[in-house]
Structure formats: C-alpha cells, structure tokens
C-alpha cells in the first residue's frame, strides 16, 4: 500500500521548505515540531521523522487524550491517517492476512456472533490501532471459509 497524494501532502505540511537555488540537489526541509533539519526527495525520510520525532509523538498524544477525554471516535480514515504518519505502512503478507482473516471467522463461527461483526466502525477503528496493515474479515469473507470448519 503506497502513500496516497493526501497522505503525502499531510507529511508535508509538518516540515518547513528550505528552498535552495540548485535544483539538482535534494531539497532541505525542517521539522515544524523540533526544528531538525534534513534532505529529502520523497515522503518516505519525512515520514520516518515523524514516527521517530519526540515533539510530534507527544503532540499526537495529546491530541489523543483530549479526544478520547472528549469520547471523540475518529473515523476509519482518520485513525488510518494517523497509523500512517506515526508508524509508517504496515505491510503485511497475503499469507498473514488469510491467517488473521481465518482466525477471526473461526471466532465469529464458534462464538455464534453475526457475520457482519466487524463491519463496525468501532471494530475497524480497533483492528487498525492494533494491525493498521490488516483488513478484517466481511460476511462475504466469513461466508467463504465457514464450508472449511464443517
């Protein structure tokens, strides 16, 4: 999963331009938060800052408390977002992903829950705090593997 053009443009704009009159050289840029100055092409050293960046971290967290302070739920996006930014993109292997996804239908299966137990917000706002590179399960996809526990 590359970053999206929003995702870039959202690290972007934690960092300061330092425009320099040679163009073939990297741009220079500073961090908004610790005032760390460094070389970039891409998104990808900017990103890194971030998740390694005391200043920003503690922001963060506090932005954090005061939503969960306020019982402000993000939206899927938003906490993707932010899993993005602080961490960088999870990648996970399609081998993985069909044994998270088999583990979890074999839950919903054996606790007799409904199928579209997941589809919740609250449960994908939950699944990406804790694995923001894994997608759980639909009905569709428990559907699927139900026909492998009988």
């Excluded at 919740?120 to 694995?131: L, N, V």
Aim: glycine share 6%; with cysteine.
């Amino acid at each position: 999963m590359a970053p999206t053009q929003a995702n870039a443009a959202f690290v972007w704009r934690q960092f300061i331009d330092l425009s320099c009159s040679n163009s073939k050289k990297s741009k220079r840029y500073r961090c908004r938060h610790c005032q760390k100055d460094f070389a970039a092409t891409s998104v990808g050293r900017p990103k890194e800052h971030l998740a390694a960046c005391e200043k920003w971290q503690a922001k963060q967290r506090q932005e954090r408390q005061a939503q969960d302070n306020a019982g402000y739920l993000p939206s899927y996006s938003e906490a993707i977002q932010k899993k993005i930014t602080e961490v960088g993109i999870q990648h996970i292997s399609q081998d993985e992903s069909h044994s998270y996804a088999y583990g979890a239908a074999a839950a919903v299966i054996a606790g007799g829950r409904p199928f579209s137990l997941f589809e919740s917000r609250r449960w994908r706002y939950f699944f990406t705090r804790i694995k923001p590179g894994w997608k759980p399960p639909s009905r569709a996809a428990i559907t699927r593997i139900l026909p492998g526990f009988y």
